[in-house]
């Protein structure tokens, strides 16, 4: 699995962000999108320091930006879960 989502209170109501991991030369990023009532917003994280941090965002609003830290703990644990979903595959494989 290379995509998933992840829906995080805004104010008073739920967003929904969609989350597509993308392999580079420069390393793993994940192309985020998420919509508000009016218009749809397209970012990219990639990691730095040891946190995903938002890298590319033209003309996002500041109710993103104060999201990142919990962003980054959903990319943290889709890349838990699926290492573990990759070495059970793989013990099955085996077998």
Known sequence: MHSFYKSLNVKTTSREFHFNRLYSGAGIRFYVS??????????TMEKKMGEWKIIDAPKVPTWIHDREKELSTAIIEF?????RQEINSDFFMRL
């Not at 890349?79 to 290492?83: E, G, K, P, Q």
Request: hydrophobic share 35%.
């Open 34 to 43: 998420v919509m508000d009532n009016y218009q749809s917003y397209l970012f």
């Open 79 to 83: 890349i838990s879960r699926d290492s």
